[in-house]
């Protein structure tokens, strides 16, 4: 056990587990850090939320911190933290200087939890109805941000091998910068795995996803506009349950149960509606990282139809929980085909629990994670010369960003 560590997370928001799949992923590393005998901070600019964790239950301090203020300075140069993590690369352009100038022997740490760029360009294409290409990523802005946010920090941690993968063969990333760390899982036991609901217990289609996320609501407008009628129609009595935190008027109004189009919701208890379900429906026809909706379906043996999108850098090579079709009318068939075919619905139940057990548990991961972070916490000083194009933004970044900063901070303390 490592002791007299101390962590400082800055969260873009506080976390949100049953919320979404960002939340999940943050308590993840919190508790690997907490495991470890770190003391861990969680700071954050963002408004307090009724759905956000105790993080105090955790044993995680909990701060408020302001935006462009130099009260962060004072704060973090007092805590003085080994290890900073910027949960998003807009975190790490807020406060990476100022952690760099007040703790400059600080690891820095960025977790993109997906790669931002690649989210929106993929969106920015599909609105103009044509297929993405690498050069939508080198025309974005938000990619300029993020590669120099990634470039600027000691490590990223990526939850995608593609998006790994993009990142050197498009933009040159040394891969001593980037570590591959996907969701954390805890191993399904077989007694666990024997208590879920069985096939007949089941019942109805189901969808999940917060939808202040752009690709959900794409994806349920594009089920009830589409796929929905072409599986009604084979199954009339068919039922889709559509749960989801944040829901807006827009999507409250797709509500259609004489369609059997069920609009329910933020989920009380997301779990037991997962494994309740017969069959995932995820027709995401954009989007980046891992789909925290798909691994949720995976630990509770429900199996899932979705997309190439939704299924990538997922399940490496070992077959899907289910099926991988982007053509509607196909997508169609093959969800009225595995809600019927309990032979075909328990195959694809048990790719889901060896995707899990192959590629998700969080022991395949935790321990070179730590090791991983110690050993650059003792080489930073020779991995931050390595990195001379990081060290050109941090210091370009420290003559633009931080005085416009000030100036926002002198604006704000002169109205």
Avoid at 86 to 91: H, I, K
Wanted: aromatic share 10%; net charge negative; hydrophobic share 40%.
């Amino acid at each position: 056990m490592m002791a007299n560590q101390r962590v400082l997370i800055l969260g873009f928001v506080w976390p949100e587990p049953n919320s979404s799949a960002a939340g999940g992923r943050m308590i993840q590393l919190i508790s690997i850090f907490k495991e470890q005998g770190f003391d861990v901070t969680f700071a954050s600019s963002a408004s307090d939320s009724d759905y956000m964790i105790d993080l105090e239950s955790l044993a995680v301090a909990k701060k408020s911190i302001t935006l462009n203020c130099s009260s962060f300075d004072v704060f973090v140069k007092e805590l003085n933290p080994s290890i900073v993590l910027f949960d998003r690369f807009m975190m790490e352009e807020q406060y990476g200087w100022r952690v760099a100038e007040n703790c400059p022997d600080a690891l820095r740490l960025l977790d993109t939890e997906d790669l931002h760029c690649l989210r929106l360009a993929r969106q920015k294409a599909f609105k103009e109805n044509r297929q993405f290409t690498i050069d939508d990523l080198l025309v974005e802005d938000v990619a300029k941000r993020e590669i120099a946010s990634i470039l600027r920090s000691d490590i990223s941690f990526m939850i995608s091998e593609f998006e790994m993968e993009l990142l050197q063969s498009v933009f040159k990333i040394d891969s001593k910068l980037l570590y591959y760390l996907p969701l954390l899982l805890e191993p399904i036991d077989d007694l666990t795995i024997q208590n879920l609901p069985s096939f007949e217990e089941r019942k109805n289609f189901f969808f999940i996803g917060n939808f202040l996320h752009e690709p959900n609501w794409n994806a349920v407008q594009y089920l009830k506009e589409t796929i929905w009628p072409l599986i009604r129609k084979q199954m009339p009595e068919s039922v889709l349950q559509i749960y989801g935190a944040y829901p807006s008027q827009k999507i409250l109004q797709l509500h259609k149960s004489a369609e059997g189009f069920y609009i329910m919701g933020r989920a009380d208890d997301a779990q037991e509606v997962v494994r309740n379900a017969r069959v995932v429906l995820a027709p995401l026809r954009f989007g980046a990282g891992i789909k925290g909706k798909l691994v949720e379906a995976m630990q509770f043996g429900t199996p899932s139809i979705t997309t190439t999108i939704g299924a990538e850098s997922m399940c490496g090579d070992l077959p899907w929980n289910g099926f991988i079709a982007d053509d509607p009318q196909v997508f169609a068939d093959k969800a009225v085909e595995l809600y019927q075919d309990k032979t075909l619905w328990l195959k694809a139940q048990e790719n889901g629990f060896l995707i899990i057990e192959k590629r998700y548990l969080k022991c395949l991961f935790a321990n070179d994670f730590v090791d991983n972070i110690l050993k650059m916490q003792t080489h930073i000083k020779q991995h931050r010369l390595d990195n001379f194009m990081g060290s050109l933004l941090q210091h370009h970044t420290l003559t633009s960003t931080k005085y416009m900063s000030r100036w926002i901070e002198e604006k704000n303390r002169r109205r």
